[in-house]
């Protein structure tokens, strides 16, 4: 098994930015791609940003393309998101996520996940 503990989130302006972080254990060897998705209330969980094993091949949802950036350190199995430029819309709770295959964007394919962290954005 495999445990995901997120930090970082919190209460922002807007224009604002926070870095979250999600520490991995357990099983870590089993991981390969890893990701981060949001859920706001009423609404169905959606992709954010998810990046490769090595870090080279990273992906963006278009809403946060050239806002938030995707990075890990394999070193300390954690992967981050830094978020910038941070909008009203933004706020949601925010969840890691790994798995063993090939880096995808699909909610349904990733196999852990964390408890979730709260990102708010003020106006």
């Known amino acids: 098994q495999v445990q995901l503990v997120e930090s970082g989130g919190g209460l922002v302006q807007a224009g604002g930015s926070l870095r979250l972080s999600c520490a991995a254990s357990?099983?870590?060897?089993?991981?390969?791609?890893m990701a981060w998705f949001l859920q706001a209330p009423g609404k169905e969980r959606e992709f954010v940003a998810a990046?490769?094993?090595?870090?080279?091949?990273?992906y963006y949802a278009d809403s946060v393309k050239g806002r938030f950036s995707i990075s890990r350190d394999n070193a300390e199995n954690t992967v981050y998101l830094q978020m910038d430029s941070l909008k009203p819309e933004d706020t949601a709770v925010y969840y890691c996520a790994a798995r063993r295959g090939r880096t995808t964007t699909s909610v349904y394919e990733y196999d852990y996940w964390g408890q979730g962290t709260q990102v708010t954005v003020s106006s």
């Open positions: 990046v490769s094993w090595s870090g080279a091949n990273t």
């Open positions: 357990g099983r870590t060897y089993s991981i390969s791609a």
